[in-house]
């Protein structure tokens, strides 16, 4: 995409091309009695008017850094509903909730093994979601500082960065009781 490492505005400029435009539509009609110009001019603006809130949504998008959330597709989900089986019980609003959590969690946070190796995807949507479970809150904040961490034995240290870690044992015998609390 053309517009992928901008991140300037550049008002004056566009602002100096509408003026022009739009100054030339009256002129064009008034002054030369040039109709097809003015229309002319007319098309060029709305062209231009559309390039431009391209231009500035692209600029605002790659300022503020949006990571756009991950979307579960059919097999993420039959497995989410496999591995846990009290989350199909939730309410419709909850599991909406969680699926939209995940693909934030899944689009921001680092996840990985015991061996620092990232995660599969469906290790990493069972990490996200028993994260979810645990920490559930009407204000919901990720970081994409944040490095999440699915082990086999207690080897984290805090100074690596971890944010969170699952053992892979605690998640084998808690597994089937794991449900999101219901938000009001």
Request: proline share 2%; with cysteine; aromatic share 14%.
């Amino acid at each position: 995409m053309i517009f992928q490492k901008i991140n300037k505005y550049r008002f004056s400029l566009w602002i100096a091309v509408f003026l022009v435009l739009l100054i030339g539509i009256p002129f064009s009609v008034i002054v030369l009695d040039a109709f097809f110009l003015a229309k002319t001019f007319g098309v060029l603006l709305v062209l231009t008017l559309l390039v431009a809130i391209k231009y500035w949504f692209a600029v605002s998008r790659n300022t503020n850094l949006v990571v756009p959330r991950v979307v579960l597709n059919k097999n993420d989900l039959f497995d989410l509903y496999r591995d846990f089986k009290k989350f199909k019980k939730a309410s419709s609003f909850a599991q909406d909730l969680v699926l939209n959590r995940i693909g934030i969690i899944l689009s921001k946070v680092k996840l990985v093994n015991q061996k620092n190796e990232i995660l599969d995807r469906r290790q990493a949507i069972q990490l996200s979601y028993v994260f979810i479970c645990e920490n559930w809150t009407d204000d919901f904040q990720v970081d994409s500082n944040w490095v999440f961490v699915f082990s086999d034995d207690k080897v984290l240290e805090i100074d690596k960065g971890y944010k969170y870690q699952l053992l892979s044992q605690r998640f084998s015998e808690e597994k089937s009781d794991i449900i999101p609390p219901e938000s009001t």
